[in-house]
């Protein structure tokens, strides 16, 4: 099974953009990627994400969205777990810049896990993603198909009712 977990205690701090971007560089990061904005670079990913936010003045707010998934046996390799990170993320790259980072860390079934940042505010019109539960749906529906696994997720504290 696939555990999609949605972390929303960003604390509406712009500064959480740089934190969370300089977390994804832990020491047990196997790759790296994005799409939109610089994923190499913490202090030009944080520039870059902020600079969407000035020019549609939404900078207020839950600065970004952060999904955590861990994978199951289904991604056996940095590789592989690379590739499902880069498909995970392209979902969203047609709106928002995107950060996706595999981090290697064994925890039960789940041997790697991968950090999904999202600008909050769409760089095409400007307009704050919700996150609302239809919109987990169907993207745990995505997951699903490209993982062939069932997926659990979990709203901060708030558990799906039942696996996708």
Same mark, same amino acid.
């Given at each position: 099974?696939?555990y999609?977990?949605v972390?929303r205690?960003?604390?509406?701090?712009?500064?959480?953009?740089?934190? !969370?971007c300089?977390?994804?560089?832990?020491?047990d990061?196997r790759g790296?990627?994005?799409?939109?904005v610089?994923p190499y670079h913490?202090? !030009?990913a944080d520039a870059?994400m902020?600079?969407?936010k000035?020019c549609?003045?939404?900078e207020?707010g839950n600065?970004?969205?952060?999904?955590?998934?861990?994978?199951?046996e289904?991604?056996?390799?940095?590789?592989?777990?690379?590739e499902?990170a880069?498909k995970?993320?392209r979902?969203y790259m047609?709106?928002y810049q =995107?950060?996706w980072? =595999?981090h290697?860390?064994?925890?039960?079934a789940?041997?790697f896990?991968v950090h !999904?940042?999202?600008?909050?505010?769409?760089?095409?019109?400007g307009?704050?993603?919700?996150g609302?539960i239809?919109?987990m749906?169907?993207?745990?529906?995505?997951i699903s198909? !490209?993982t062939k696994r069932?997926?659990?997720? =979990?709203f901060?504290?708030?558990?799906?009712?039942s696996?996708?």
């Amino acid at each position: 099974m696939v555990y999609v977990k949605v972390i929303r205690n960003t604390y509406a701090d712009l500064s959480y953009i740089h934190n !969370l971007c300089d977390y994804v560089f832990k020491d047990d990061l196997r790759g790296v990627g994005g799409y939109g904005v610089n994923p190499y670079h913490p202090d !030009l990913a944080d520039a870059q994400m902020r600079f969407i936010k000035v020019c549609y003045g939404k900078e207020s707010g839950n600065p970004l969205i952060h999904m955590m998934i861990s994978l199951d046996e289904c991604a056996e390799t940095k590789e592989k777990a690379c590739e499902f990170a880069n498909k995970f993320a392209r979902y969203y790259m047609d709106k928002y810049q =995107v950060i996706w980072a =595999v981090h290697e860390k064994e925890r039960g079934a789940s041997r790697f896990h991968v950090h !999904l940042i999202l600008n909050s505010v769409s760089y095409v019109n400007g307009k704050m993603f919700h996150g609302d539960i239809g919109e987990m749906h169907a993207y745990n529906k995505y997951i699903s198909k !490209l993982t062939k696994r069932k997926v659990w997720f =979990v709203f901060e504290g708030k558990t799906s009712k039942s696996p996708i």
